[in-house]
């Protein structure tokens, strides 16, 4: 079992930036894909950015790509989320996940752990 806890969410004006973090405890999080997906109100769960257990192959979904980078520090059993130039739509909650199995990267489905989720909320 893993446990994931998300944190750095806040309230900020458009273009401001944040940084999320995903502490992961229980299991060290070295063989897992991990991903970011948010959610808004009335609104299905979307993929953000996913990260291989190397980190040698980063996704980003078209919204975010050049605006937000995906890392992680497998030492320090951490996922990191920099999110630079914040737009109102990017408001959501931001759920953190994890997974052992390969496929599915991008997709809700394709993950196990999920964290409970961290609330960014950007002001135009």
């Known amino acids: 079992q893993v446990q994931l806890v998300e944190s750095g969410g806040g309230l900020v004006q458009a273009g401001d930036s944040l940084r999320l973090s995903c502490a992961a405890s229980g299991r060290t999080i070295g063989g897992y894909k991990m991903g970011w997906f948010r959610q808004a109100p009335g609104k299905e769960r979307e993929f953000v950015a996913g990260i291989r257990p190397s980190g040698s192959s980063i996704y980003y979904a078209d919204s975010v790509k050049g605006r937000f980078t995906i890392s992680r520090d497998n030492a320090k059993n951490t996922v990191y989320l920099q999110m630079n130039s914040l737009k109102p739509e990017d408001t959501a909650v931001y759920y953190c996940?994890?997974?052992?199995?390969?496929?599915?990267?991008?997709?809700?489905?394709?993950?196990?752990?999920w964290g409970q989720g961290t609330q960014v909320t950007v002001s135009s």
């Open positions: 996940a994890a997974s052992t199995v390969y496929g599915g990267i991008l997709s809700p489905s394709g993950y196990s752990y």
